[in-house]
């Protein structure tokens, strides 16, 4: 395992010099973690047609989620009112906020990239939730370095994202956002979304693996 300090170290440096640069940040387990139990998954038992409550990490360890897809209900997700809250009551990942300090500090813009749906609302939430350490040692707002229109929640039912998978809609961004930066930093927790974005092999995409603590 390599020491924290290495990480951030090797994360930032080179850094690479751009006059058009973004880094891109996944949410969950990237920028914050969610409590537990801020958003639920329901399962229905299929003799009784009760219902039963899930925390996502209950949810990520059941066997029936492979096969018996049916069986789940993913309402929480889509509920404004909670979505916003999970964000705003979650607990910053201070390990990756300082990668995302060091590229804001050199100049970057920030966006962001999750696999959450609600767009509009976690855009509002993020933005009143995300603080960046300045050159100055201040914490601020990000302002005008929160890119909008750059920023994706490529579940989001009213908006159309194209692919089979969630790795596969995110690497169909990045693709997007190599056109129009010369330099695009992507931090991201999941081996499935770094592994799609590796393979796209754009020599202006640098790739980092988010801290997991
Ligand atoms: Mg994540």
Not at 73 to 87: A, H, P, T, W
Not at 88 to 100: A, H, Q, R, V
Request: hydrophobic share 35%; net charge positive.
């Amino acid at each position: 395992m390599k020491k924290l300090k290495e990480y951030i170290i090797e994360s930032i440096k080179p850094l690479p010099k751009s006059v058009s640069g973004l880094i891109v940040f996944d949410i969950d387990d990237t920028l914050l973690r969610v409590k537990p139990d801020s958003i639920k998954i329901y399962k229905k038992d299929p003799n009784t047609g009760k219902e039963i409550t899930l925390t996502t990490d209950e949810f990520a360890r059941d066997a029936d989620a492979v096969n018996h897809k049916d069986w789940f209900d993913y309402r929480d997700f889509n509920n404004e009112g909670l979505v916003y809250k999970s964000i705003i009551e979650g607990t910053p990942l201070i390990k990756n906020l300082k990668i995302m300090d060091a590229y804001l500090q050199a100049g970057y813009n920030f966006c962001f990239l999750t696999a959450r749906g609600c767009e509009d609302i976690v855009k509002q939430a993020l933005k009143d939730f995300l603080r960046y350490k300045d050159t100055d040692g201040q914490l601020k707002a990000l302002g005008k370095k929160f890119k909008d229109t750059l920023s994706h929640a490529v579940n989001d039912i009213t908006k159309e994202y194209h692919g089979e998978t969630d790795a596969i809609k995110k690497s169909n961004i990045l693709k997007k956002l190599c056109k129009t930066h010369d330099t695009v930093v992507f931090v991201d927790d999941d081996t499935k979304n770094l592994q799609w974005a590796r393979s796209l092999k754009l020599p202006n995409l640098k790739i980092i693996p988010a801290w997991k603590d």
